[in-house]
């Protein structure tokens, strides 16, 4: 079964940093991006930033560019995004996600979410 499991999220003052994890199981790590979409209070769900699993190549959303970092340890199945100057916009549900590598950031090539983690920037 696959499954994505994420931990991290929490409220935050504007600048403060948060860490993200999301732990995957049930398929093949490195046939895979794994990474974050967000979903804030009556906006669509937007991409924020993944990584593949084979070769470690990123990407970054331009609104988190430069705050935010992803990493991965392909020995415990794990990816992190480390959040640091968070502002309020930044506001909202993450849901881990895992993307067939060689395929956009996109929803549409989603082959499984987790179950969302809330966080909340205060100004």
């Known amino acids: 079964e696959v499954q994505l499991v994420e931990s991290g999220g929490g409220l935050v003052q504007a600048g403060g940093s948060l860490r993200l994890s999301c732990a995957a199981s049930?398929?093949?790590?490195?046939?895979?991006?794994i990474g974050w979409f967000r979903q804030a209070p009556g906006k669509e769900r937007e991409g924020v930033s993944c990584i593949s699993s084979s070769d470690g190549s990123t990407y970054y959303a331009d609104s988190v560019k430069g705050r935010f970092t992803i990493s991965s340890d392909n020995a415990k199945n794990t990816v992190y995004l480390q959040m640091n100057s968070l502002k309020p916009e930044d506001t909202a549900v993450y849901y881990c996600?895992?993307?067939?590598?060689?395929?956009?950031?996109?929803?549409?090539?989603?082959?499984?979410w987790g179950q969302g983690t809330l966080v909340t920037v205060s100004s």
């Open positions: 049930g398929f093949t790590f490195d046939d895979y991006a």
């Open positions: 996600a895992a993307v067939p590598g060689g395929s956009s950031w996109s929803e549409f090539w989603v082959d499984a």
